[in-house]
C-alpha cells in the first residue's frame, strides 16, 4: 500500500485514494517495475511500457494530473500545494524541492521516489518551482533533495497528456503566482549572501633594520690610538671581561635574529688575507734614535725611500705568507706617497697587493685637514693607485684601510656622519671597500669592515680576547644592514714602546706599555684569540712598527724567529695544517 500513496499523501485532498491503491495492490509483484542496478532508486521507464498493467497506471496518474490542474483553477490558497504535489510526482528534482518546502518535512521525498520516472519533453515555458528563491526551509535541509538519476522519455500517448497538463499548469501559475514557494508565515529570505571567505592573511612587512648614523660615538679613549680604558669604551663594550666573551652587543640594533658570535655568514665570499702593517718613513739614522723598542734594530739597517730595501722587505713578506702591506700615507706628493708608488714597482711581477693606511684625516702637515682636503686625498689614491694590479683589491674593488678614525675633522655632526659626507663625494656608490680600526661597530655605517689596531696596552693587556665580542658586533651590523661586512682579527708577537716619549710623534700620548713576546707563546695566544673569532682577513701588527716594538722584521735581537713564526700561522689561517 505504500506505492499506492506515493501522490496522495502530499495533497490536501485525494479523490481517487481508494480506487488508484485497490487498483495498485492487485497488480501482481512481478508486473510492477524493478529497481534497476544502474540507477537503484527509481524504476526504469521501459518496463512500464512493455506492461499492460502499466499504462494503465499512467492513464490514471493523467486522469489524476487533469484532476490537479481543476484544483489549480479552482483552489486559491490550495494551488501552491498542488503545485508542489505535482512537482513531487513528476519525479524531478525541483518538485521535489518544492514538495519539501510546502510540507516543511523532510521525511516526505523518499516514498515519491519510489514511482516510475517520466522526464517531460516540453520546458519550453520554465515552472513555477524551477525559478524560485529558495526558501527558509529548503535551506536548512539541502541534503534531502535527491540528485536525479538517469532518466528516458516516454513514447506512450499517455505522455502526451501528461506534458500538455504540465505546460498548461506551469503557464497559468507563471501569471497568477510568485515564482518562490514558501510556508505560510515564514519570513521571505534574505538575498543570498556570499560564503564567507577565510579571514585574509595578515600582511607583516618587515623593514631591514639599518643601523642609524652615530652623530657622536664615543670618541677612542685618550692617550693611546686604540686604548680602551674602562669608562672610554662605547655602550656596546661595557659587559665584564671574560676570556673569550661573546655578548650580543647593544649599540647596534637588534636582528631578526641573534647571530651566531662566531659564525661567519659570509666568509667564504671572502678570500682569506694575510695583511702586515707597513711604515715607510724610516731614515738611515733612525736606528739609532732613542725611540726605538728596547734598543733594537733591523739586521740590515735601511732607508724607507730606498726602492731596493723596499723590494727586499716584499720578497720577505711573501715568504712570510703576507699577501700585501698595509702601507701609512699621510697625503699626496708627501714622502709616504711617493714610497707607495714605490712599493706598488717593487711589487710588479708578483701577486703581492698592497693599499694605504689612510692618515690624511690626522697629519700635522699644511693645509690643515678638513673634510674638503681629505675626500681629495681619497680621490687621489682612487684615481693615482686603484688602477694598478699591485693595489689591492677584493671581488674587483679597490681597498682602503683606515686609522683613528674618530679624529676626522667634523663641524659638529660627529665623526660617523662626517665620513658619510666625505664617502658621499669619493664613493657614493660604495665602488670600494674601506677598512675602520676602532672599538665602535656604529662606523660600519659607513665602512665596510672593522678591525682593532692595538689589542694590547697598559689597561687591558689582554685586550685581544676580545676579539670573538668585536666579531660578533661586525657580523651583526651586516645582519642589520643587509650589506657584507668584513671582520680583521689583530695578531702580534708583543708589544714595549718605554722608549716612545722621548720623541714627538703622531701618535696620541698614552700610558707606556710593554708586553713580553714570550718567546713567541704570545703571538701564537693573539692567533689562538683570532682564530676563535673567524675573521674574514688577519691583519699583522706588524712588519715594521720599530717604535712600539711590534716588528716581524729580522732584528738583531730576535733573528727571523718572528718572520718564521709569521709563516706557520698564515698557512694555518688559510688552511694548510
Same mark, same amino acid.
Given at each position: 500500500?505504500?506505492?499506492?500513496?506515493?501522490?496522495?499523501?502530499?495533497?490536501?485532498?485525494?479523490?481517487?485514494?481508494?480506487?488508484?491503491?485497490?487498483?495498485?495492490? $492487485?497488480?501482481?509483484?512481478?508486473?510492477? *517495475?524493478?529497481?534497476?542496478?544502474?540507477?537503484?532508486?527509481?524504476?526504469?521507464?521501459?518496463?512500464?511500457?512493455?506492461?499492460?498493467?502499466?499504462?494503465?497506471?499512467?492513464?490514471?496518474?493523467?486522469?489524476?494530473?487533469?484532476?490537479?490542474?481543476?484544483?489549480?483553477?479552482?483552489?486559491?490558497? $490550495?494551488?501552491?500545494?498542488?503545485?508542489?504535489?505535482?512537482?513531487?510526482?513528476?519525479?524531478?528534482?525541483?518538485?521535489?524541492?518544492?514538495?519539501?518546502?510546502?510540507?516543511?518535512?523532510?521525511?516526505?521525498? *523518499?516514498?515519491?521516489? $519510489?514511482?516510475?520516472?517520466?522526464?517531460?519533453?516540453?520546458?519550453?515555458?520554465?515552472?513555477?518551482?524551477?525559478?524560485?528563491?529558495?526558501?527558509?526551509?529548503?535551506?536548512?535541509?539541502?541534503?534531502?533533495?535527491?540528485?536525479?538519476?538517469?532518466?528516458?522519455?516516454?513514447?506512450?500517448?499517455?505522455?502526451?497528456?501528461?506534458?500538455?497538463?504540465?505546460?498548461?499548469?506551469?503557464?497559468?501559475?507563471?501569471?497568477?503566482?510568485?515564482?518562490?514557494?514558501?510556508?505560510?508565515?515564514?519570513?521571505?529570505?534574505?538575498?543570498?549572501?556570499?560564503?564567507?571567505?577565510?579571514?585574509?592573511?595578515?600582511?607583516?612587512?618587515?623593514?631591514?633594520?639599518?643601523?642609524?648614523?652615530?652623530?657622536?660615538?664615543?670618541?677612542?679613549?685618550?692617550?693611546?690610538?686604540?686604548?680602551?680604558?674602562?669608562?672610554?669604551?662605547?655602550?656596546?663594550?661595557?659587559?665584564?671581561?671574560?676570556?673569550?666573551?661573546?655578548?650580543?652587543?647593544?649599540?647596534?640594533?637588534?636582528? /631578526?635574529?641573534? *647571530?651566531?658570535? /662566531?659564525?661567519?655568514?659570509?666568509?667564504?665570499?671572502?678570500?682569506?688575507?694575510?695583511?702586515?702593517?707597513?711604515?715607510?718613513?724610516?731614515?738611515?739614522?733612525?736606528?739609532?734614535?732613542?725611540?726605538?723598542?728596547?734598543?733594537?734594530?733591523?739586521?740590515?739597517?735601511?732607508?724607507?725611500?730606498?726602492?731596493?730595501?723596499?723590494?727586499?722587505?716584499?720578497?720577505?713578506?711573501?715568504?712570510?705568507?703576507?699577501?700585501?702591506?698595509?702601507?701609512?700615507?699621510?697625503?699626496?706628493?708627501?714622502?709616504?706617497?711617493?714610497?707607495?708608488?714605490?712599493?706598488?714597482?717593487?711589487?710588479? +711581477?708578483?701577486?703581492?697587493?698592497?693599499?694605504?693606511?689612510?692618515?690624511?684625516?690626522?697629519? *700635522?702637515?699644511?693645509?690643515?685637514?678638513?673634510?674638503?682636503?681629505?675626500?681629495?686625498?681619497?680621490?687621489?689614491?682612487?684615481?693615482?693607485?686603484?688602477?694598478?694590479?699591485?693595489?689591492?683589491?677584493?671581488?674587483?674593488?679597490?681597498?682602503?684601510?683606515?686609522?683613528?678614525?674618530?679624529?676626522?675633522?667634523?663641524?659638529?655632526?660627529?665623526?660617523?656622519?662626517?665620513?658619510?659626507?666625505?664617502?658621499?663625494?669619493?664613493?657614493?656608490?660604495?665602488?670600494?671597500?674601506?677598512?675602520?680600526?676602532?672599538?665602535?661597530?656604529?662606523?660600519?655605517?659607513?665602512?665596510?669592515?672593522?678591525?682593532?689596531?692595538?689589542?694590547?696596552?697598559?689597561?687591558?693587556?689582554?685586550?685581544?680576547?676580545?676579539?670573538?665580542?668585536?666579531?660578533?658586533?661586525?657580523?651583526?651590523?651586516?645582519?642589520?644592514?643587509?650589506?657584507?661586512?668584513?671582520?680583521?682579527?689583530?695578531?702580534?708577537?708583543?708589544?714595549?714602546?718605554?722608549?716612545?716619549?722621548?720623541?714627538?710623534?703622531?701618535?696620541?700620548?698614552?700610558?707606556?706599555?710593554?708586553?713580553?713576546?714570550?718567546? +713567541?707563546?704570545?703571538?701564537?695566544?693573539?692567533?689562538?684569540?683570532?682564530?676563535?673569532?673567524?675573521?674574514?682577513?688577519?691583519?699583522?701588527?706588524?712588519?715594521?712598527?720599530?717604535?712600539?716594538? /711590534?716588528?716581524?722584521?729580522?732584528?738583531?735581537?730576535? +733573528?727571523?724567529?718572528?718572520?718564521?713564526?709569521? +709563516?706557520?700561522?698564515?698557512?694555518?689561517?688559510?688552511?694548510?695544517?
Amino acid at each position: 500500500m505504500a506505492r499506492g500513496r506515493t501522490v496522495c499523501h502530499v495533497l490536501p485532498i485525494c479523490p481517487f485514494d481508494g480506487v488508484y491503491s485497490a487498483l495498485i495492490a $492487485s497488480l501482481p509483484e512481478a508486473s510492477l *517495475p524493478q529497481p534497476s542496478q544502474d540507477a537503484p532508486s527509481r524504476p526504469t521507464a521501459p518496463e512500464v511500457g512493455r506492461s499492460q498493467r502499466g499504462a494503465l497506471t499512467l492513464t490514471i496518474f493523467a486522469s489524476s494530473i487533469l484532476f490537479l490542474a481543476l484544483l489549480t483553477w479552482l483552489g486559491g490558497s $490550495s494551488g501552491a500545494a498542488t503545485a508542489s504535489a505535482v512537482g513531487a510526482a513528476s519525479g524531478g528534482p525541483e518538485g521535489s524541492s518544492a514538495a519539501l518546502s510546502a510540507t516543511a518535512s523532510p521525511t516526505a521525498l *523518499p516514498s515519491a521516489t $519510489s514511482l516510475p520516472t517520466v522526464t517531460p519533453t516540453s520546458t519550453g515555458t520554465p515552472s513555477a518551482t524551477a525559478t524560485r528563491t529558495p526558501s527558509a526551509t529548503a535551506t536548512a535541509t539541502p541534503s534531502a533533495t535527491p540528485t536525479p538519476g538517469p532518466t528516458a522519455t516516454a513514447t506512450s500517448p499517455a505522455q502526451a497528456e501528461i506534458d500538455a497538463a504540465l505546460a498548461r499548469i506551469a503557464t497559468e501559475q507563471a501569471s497568477t503566482r510568485e515564482p518562490h514557494l514558501s510556508l505560510a508565515g515564514s519570513p521571505e529570505p534574505a538575498a543570498a549572501q556570499p560564503p564567507a571567505s577565510q579571514p585574509a592573511a595578515t600582511a607583516v612587512l618587515t623593514l631591514e633594520a639599518t643601523p642609524e648614523v652615530t652623530t657622536s660615538p664615543a670618541p677612542e679613549p685618550a692617550g693611546a690610538t686604540t686604548a680602551e680604558p674602562a669608562t672610554a669604551e662605547p655602550s656596546a663594550m661595557n659587559t665584564p671581561e671574560a676570556a673569550t666573551p661573546e655578548p650580543s652587543p647593544t649599540l647596534a640594533p637588534e636582528p /631578526t635574529s641573534p *647571530p651566531s658570535p /662566531t659564525a661567519a655568514p659570509a666568509a667564504s665570499q671572502w678570500p682569506r688575507l694575510v695583511l702586515g702593517n707597513y711604515f715607510v718613513w724610516y731614515d738611515s739614522s733612525s736606528w739609532d734614535g732613542c725611540n726605538i723598542s728596547n734598543g733594537d734594530r733591523p739586521l740590515q739597517p735601511y732607508s724607507s725611500d730606498d726602492a731596493g730595501a723596499i723590494a727586499r722587505q716584499v720578497h720577505m713578506a711573501i715568504g712570510a705568507g703576507l699577501d700585501g702591506f698595509t702601507s701609512h700615507w699621510f697625503a699626496p706628493g708627501e714622502r709616504t706617497d711617493q714610497n707607495f708608488a714605490k712599493l706598488l714597482a717593487a711589487s710588479q +711581477g708578483t701577486g703581492f697587493q698592497s693599499t694605504v693606511m689612510f692618515l690624511r684625516h690626522i697629519w *700635522p702637515g699644511s693645509p690643515a685637514p678638513s673634510e674638503q682636503n681629505v675626500a681629495e686625498a681619497l680621490s687621489y689614491i682612487m684615481n693615482t693607485y686603484s688602477g694598478s694590479p699591485n693595489f689591492l683589491h677584493v671581488q674587483g674593488k679597490p681597498v682602503i684601510f683606515f686609522t683613528d678614525v674618530y679624529r676626522v675633522p667634523q663641524a659638529g655632526e660627529g665623526a660617523v656622519q662626517a665620513w658619510a659626507n666625505i664617502r658621499a663625494q669619493v664613493d657614493p656608490g660604495y665602488n670600494a671597500i674601506w677598512i675602520a680600526e676602532g672599538l665602535d661597530p656604529s662606523y660600519l655605517a659607513v665602512f665596510d669592515g672593522l678591525y682593532v689596531y692595538k689589542v694590547t696596552h697598559a689597561a687591558y693587556p689582554n685586550d685581544y680576547l676580545k676579539d670573538s665580542r668585536w666579531a660578533a658586533q661586525v657580523r651583526q651590523w651586516a645582519q642589520n644592514t643587509g650589506r657584507p661586512k668584513l671582520w680583521i682579527a689583530t695578531i702580534v708577537p708583543g708589544y714595549d714602546d718605554l722608549r716612545a716619549g722621548c720623541k714627538p710623534d703622531v701618535r696620541v700620548p698614552s700610558q707606556p706599555h710593554k708586553q713580553d713576546r714570550q718567546d +713567541g707563546a704570545f703571538y701564537q695566544a693573539t692567533f689562538d684569540a683570532a682564530m676563535q673569532s673567524n675573521p674574514d682577513w688577519l691583519f699583522v701588527q706588524s712588519f715594521n712598527e720599530w717604535v712600539e716594538g /711590534t716588528y716581524i722584521e729580522p732584528s738583531v735581537q730576535y +733573528g727571523d724567529k718572528y718572520l718564521s713564526l709569521t +709563516g706557520a700561522l698564515a698557512q694555518q689561517f688559510k688552511g694548510g695544517h
